[in-house]
Structures are given as structure tokens and as C-alpha cells.
């Protein structure tokens, strides 16, 4: 008897390896997008802390010049806020495209180990059947060659 062999097995296997760089390449970007939320996390507590700072230093009495370069450094912080928010976004949606990508590609290889393993099911039937015919054969065999010496 001849072993099992799966006609897109080849197919399967490039298939797996195709999931696994998706799997890979999302694991990249989702890494990336929480980089990019850890900075802009960083980035709003420092804007946080300059307003702070600027209200208490209001409170106590500053100069129109000092007022005036706080604000410049909290409109500075806005803009990379905003820098920031566009970029988590980009990075957000590249995320998405790529596990839309890895679920695709994990659908695909699933229906080919689903229909893989029903070969080798049908095939293992197969194997089956064909192991009692032959012992169904040898068992007739027997019988008759006991028929003819008695």
C-alpha cells in the first residue's frame, strides 16, 4: 500500500509560510502602534506638566515675555499632539490591513488542513477496507484449502 500523499501539499505548505509572515509583519505593526501610543502618552503628560507649570507661574505673577513663551511651547506640544494623533492613526489602519491580510490567509490554509485531513480520512477508510478484504480473501482462502484436504 502505498503512503498518503496530499495533491496541495506544496500549495498548504507555501500557504503556512505566507501566514506566518502575516502573522509576523502584523505583529511588526502592532507593536508599532503601541510604541506610537506610548509617545503620544508621553507627549500629552509633558504638555499636562507645561500647563501646570504655566497656570501655577500665572497664579504667582510672570512676565508677559515668560507667559507668552509658555504658551509658545504648549501651542509646540499641540502640533506634535496633533503630529502624533495622525500618525497612531496611520499606523492604526496599516495594523488593520495587515490582520485583515492574516485572517484572509489563515481562512485559506485552514481550508486546505480542513480538506487535507479529509483525504487522509477517506484514504485511512480506504486502507481500512482494503485490509479486510484481504483478510476476508485469506480467511476464504484458508477455508477452501481446509475443504479440499478433508
Known amino acids: 500500500m502505498k503512503k498518503f500523499q496530499f495533491s496541495l501539499d506544496t500549495v498548504l505548505r507555501y500557504k503556512l509560510q505566507v501566514l506566518e509572515s502575516l502573522q509576523n509583519e502584523y505583529a511588526v505593526a502592532a ?5 506610537q501610543e506610548a509617545l503620544l502618552r508621553q507627549t500629552e503628560g509633558r504638555y499636562r506638566d507645561l ?4 497656570r501655577e507661574a500665572a497664579a504667582e505673577g510672570i512676565t508677559i515675555a515668560d507667559a507668552m513663551g509658555y504658551e509658545s511651547g504648549l501651542r509646540v506640544l499641540e502640533k506634535e499632539i496633533q503630529a502624533q494623533e495622525k500618525r497612531l492613526r496611520q499606523l492604526q489602519d496599516e495594523a488593520e490591513e495587515k490582520r485583515l ?3 484572509a490567509a489563515r481562512q485559506e ?3 486546505l488542513e480542513k480538506l487535507r485531513d479529509h483525504k487522509l480520512e477517506d484514504y485511512q477508510k480506504m486502507v481500512q477496507k482494503q485490509e479486510e478484504q484481504f483478510i476476508d480473501e485469506l480467511v476464504s482462502t484458508t477455508r477452501v484449502m481446509a475443504s479440499n484436504l478433508s
Open 31 to 35: 507593536q508599532r502602534v503601541r510604541e
Open 101 to 103: 491580510k492574516m485572517v
Open 109 to 111: 490554509t485552514a481550508s
Open 51 to 54: 500647563n501646570q507649570e504655566f
